[in-house]
T-cell receptor
Framework: NAGVMQNPRHLVRRRGQEARLRCSPMKGHSHVYWYRQLPEEGLKFMVY????????ESGMPKERFSAEFPKEGPSILRIQQVVRGDSAAYFC??????????FGPGTRLTVL | GENVEQHPSTLSVQEGDSAVIKCTYS??????FPWYKQELGKRPQLIIDIRSNVGEKKDQRIAVTLNKTAKHFSLHITETQPEDSAVYFCAASRAGGTSYGKLTFGQGTILTVHP
């Protein structure tokens, strides 16, 4: 049973470019969460999705950030017009029942 | 919204000693409290969790206690080993409603176990 998969593991973008981060939940899990971790800080909730629905996006900046979890395929976190402050590790987690969350290996985004 | 405070921020112990990390939370509706261990450059890994209908849970050298009245929960690691060295995060969440399962994390504790 494969765990939560994320790709790419490392992503380098120049200011103003777009970043697309992908997350495939564990098999059988229908809940996906995205968290951001700034260097030497804790994890901050961004968005919670179920298939084809955004359930809670209260932690996601209103501008430049969007997320989706289509019926087929991985969940995608999209950051448009990246700025240096977007540099962070982005983790997704999945859950089968909304409680225990299992994390992916993360995508480390560096904005030059 | 929920706010989780975690102490201490760093903890240094000798191998074989016990380590205790404490967290407080603000939302009385929170009912699920996991602990995660994160090694440098790695993913957070769930090590133990507790739900609000239980006061204590133990798994080998790791135990967690919960005091709902005080909104306080703690992680206890006994007989520490160098491989326990990592950053530990507590978290809280509320089951039900639109924020079902959303985790609010503490700031983390850097645990160093000296051989």
């Amino acid at each position: 049973n494969a765990g939560v998969m994320q790709n790419p593991r490392h992503l380098v973008r120049r200011r103003g470019q777009e970043a697309r981060l992908r997350c495939s939940p564990m098999k059988g899990h229908s809940h996906v969460y995205w968290y951001r971790q700034l260097p030497e800080e804790g994890l901050k909730f961004m968005v919670y999705l179920q298939k084809e629905n955004i359930i809670d996006e209260s932690g996601m900046p209103k501008e430049r950030f969007s997320a989706e979890f289509p019926k087929e395929g991985p969940s995608i976190l999209r950051i448009q017009q990246v700025v240096r402050g977007d540099s962070a590790a982005y983790f997704c987690a999945s859950s089968g029942d909304g409680n225990e969350q299992f994390f992916g290996p993360g995508t480390r985004l560096t904005v030059l | 919204g929920e706010n989780v405070e975690q102490h201490p921020s760093t903890l240094s112990v000798q191998e074989g000693d016990s380590a205790v990390i404490k967290c407080t939370y603000s939302d009385s509706a929170s009912n699920y409290f996991p602990w995660y261990k994160q090694e440098l450059g790695k993913r957070p890994q769930l090590i133990i969790d507790i739900r609000s209908n239980v006061g204590e849970k133990k798994d080998q050298r790791i135990a967690v206690t919960l005091n709902k009245t005080a909104k306080h929960f703690s992680l206890h690691i006994t007989e520490t080993q160098p491989e326990d060295s990592a950053v530990y995060f507590c978290a809280a969440s509320r089951a039900g409603g639109t924020s079902y399962g959303k985790l609010t994390f503490g700031q983390g504790t850097i645990l160093t176990v000296h051989p």
